[in-house]
Structures are given as structure tokens and as C-alpha cells.
């Protein structure tokens, strides 16, 4: 299934895209089963198994009975016609992050391949949906890009085994991480560089893991302008999800909803020669195969520039 977030009239629903069709999840499960579905994305993640059959359900019957779901008011929405945010809009904790998981990216910075995941994380500021704009801050220059793929967790869990890690995946999606490298580097640390607001696009969709029979054989890639920058396959991650999973859960409990990107491919802007760094205007756009096309452009901010 491709779940989503999108606002209409002011409100925050929760869909299924189905034959580029919107469909209203909460508002469709009550009219076919008089089951009452959360209407945001965590609340439904909540429901588990429950939640995740019941909306199966109303794609088998979407699929073959549209006009009869069109029939009824706040169902059915054009895809083109409401605005598309990220699939969980603002998660409870920090974005989880991997540095360091891909060896030819670890190989273009000159370091040595990590031992253990190397995490940080970005605040839920930094969150914004797809086609929604990346605010060029005013206190940095240097601003880069990173195509990720990422997972989201259906359940919440603590100390979880490798074995038992996909149980508490819900899905994939992509994310772009977006770095502010003179923040990074001036601060000492990655936090500040890269939890600026609207420094985290994810999207467009969470794809249900069904959906994905392998999340380790996927294509990824990111276009600056149309010219492709990045480009590698999810085979070369060093540390795998079941990996990823079980070193985040040490002692650690991770809720339903809660984002984990899993690092970025080489090419990213500040190790090219001369380094590349995204200005106004610059369109992103990134792919990752199953998953789908993630866009965004940068923009000017509205306050006046003010460096340090």
C-alpha cells in the first residue's frame, strides 16, 4: 500500500493512494466497515496489524468499486487537488540518522570504516513534504544535499533482535538530509547543521514492507537541476536495517511513527571539486526505486541575511 498524509481544508487526513486517487482512510473504513480509523498517521500506526488490515480492505475494494466510494463526500480527493505532506508530518522524537553507512561515501570523505552505526539525529522542525520548499537559512552558505532512503516503525519496541527487526518496520520512504556544512564543521558536532528548519523533506509516500521484497537491493539516486549527483544502489549500505534496529533499540525505546534515515550514497556537494553547493532556485529531486520520486526546491528566505 502507499499511505500518506495530506491536508484539505485545513485538516490533516490520512490516505491511500489508488490509481492516483486519494482515498480517505478513516472517512472509507467507516462508510464500508463502521470502524472508526484514526485520521492521523501515528494514531493509525498505533492500531498495528488491526489498523493496517482494515485499510488493505478498503484498497481491494477501491480497486474494483471507485464509483461507489466517489458517490460519497470526503472520500475520495484528486491527488493534485489537496497538498501531499510528509507520511508522518511530525514524528514525537528526533529523526534518527546513519553517517557513514555507505563505503564509497565513507571513502570520499577519507575516513575509515566505522565499527559500529554512527547516529545522530534531526529535530521534527526539520520535517516538510514533498514539492514543499527548503528555506535557505540565513545564517549559512554552504548548503548541501543527501539522498536516503528511510524506514518508519509500525511499533514501538525496546532491545529488539535482528531476527525480530522487521516485525517492527511499517514501512519505507525517502528522505532528503539536508546539511548546513559550515554549521556542522563550526559547531564541532552535526546536530546544529543539520536540524535547521525544513532540513528534512521525507516522502512522498510510506510504501507498506510488502511491498518492498528487498530493501537492500534498491536503486538510489539524486538529480541537482536535472544533472544526477548522486547515484548507488541500497546493496552497499555497510549496516543493514535488522543492523540498524537492533544497535537504535539498545536500552532505547523507539514509538510507532519514528523515522530512521539510513544514510547517504557519494556525490554529495562539498567533496566535489570544486564543491557544489545548492543556492535559491536549485530543484532536488530524488529517486528511489519502489518507493518513488521525492522533489523539492530551494528558496530565499524572507528575513535579511545575517552570517554569524
Known amino acids: ?91 514525537r522524537q528526533n529523526i534518527i540518522c546513519l553517517g557513514l553507512n555507505y563505503v564509497e561515501h565513507v571513502q570520499e570523505v577519507g575516513l575509515a570504516l566505522p565499527k559500529y552505526p554512527v547516529f545522530f539525529t534531526k529535530p521534527p522542525n ?9 528555506i535557505f537559512p540565513k545564517n549559512s552558505i554552504k548548503i548541501d544535499y543527501e539522498a536516503e532512503l528511510a524506514f518508519i516503525f509500525g511499533k514501538g519496541g525496546k532491545n529488539i533482535s535482528e531476527e525480530e527487526a522487521f516485525k517492527y518496520v511499517a514501512g519505507y520512504t525517502i528522505l532528503n538530509d539536508v546539511t548546513a556544512r559550515d554549521l556542522q564543521r563550526r559547531h564541532g558536532q552535526w546536530f546544529k547543521g543539520k536540524g535547521l528548519d525544513t532540513f528534512a523533506p521525507v516522502g512522498p509516500y510510506l510504501i507498506t514492507k510488502e511491498e518492498v521484497n528487498n530493501p537492500h537491493n534498491l536503486n538510489i539516486s539524486l538529480e541537482l537541476n536535472g544533472v544526477i549527483m548522486q547515484k548507488s544502489n541500497t546493496r552497499n549500505l555497510i549496516f543493514k536495517i535488522p543492523t540498524l534496529v537492533k544497535y537504535i533499540t539498545m536500552d532505547m525505546t523507539v514509538e510507532p511513527g519514528d523515522i530512521v534515515a539510513t544514510g547517504t550514497p557519494s556525490g554529495v556537494g562539498y567533496t566535489r571539486k570544486p564543491p557544489i553547493y545548492l543556492k535559491p532556485g536549485d530543484r532536488l529531486e530524488i529517486t528511489v526505486e519502489k518507493i518513488g520520486v521525492l522533489k523539492n526546491k530551494i528558496v530565499s528566505s524572507t528575513e535579511p541575511l545575517a552570517l554569524f
Do not use: H, W
Not at 462508510?31 to 501515528?42: R, V
Not at 526539520?126 to 527548503?134: E, F, K, L, N, W
Open 1 to 91: 500500500m502507499k499511505l500518506l498524509s495530506f491536508r484539505i481544508a485545513n485538516q490533516i487526513r490520512i490516505g491511500l493512494l489508488v490509481n492516483n486517487t486519494i482515498v480517505d482512510i478513516s472517512e472509507g473504513c467507516y462508510y464500508l466497515f463502521k470502524q472508526n480509523i484514526p485520521s492521523d498517521m501515528i494514531g493509525f500506526l498505533e492500531g498495528g496489524e488491526t489498523m493496517m488490515k482494515l485499510a488493505k480492505k478498503l484498497e481491494e475494494y477501491a480497486k474494483k468499486n471507485m464509483k461507489t466510494l466517489g458517490s460519497n463526500s470526503g472520500i475520495l480527493y484528486n491527488v493534485d487537488k489537496v497538498e501531499i505532506l510528509a507520511p508522518v508530518p511530525r514524528t
Open 126 to 134: 526539520c520535517i516538510i513534504g514533498p514539492d514543499a520548499d527548503i
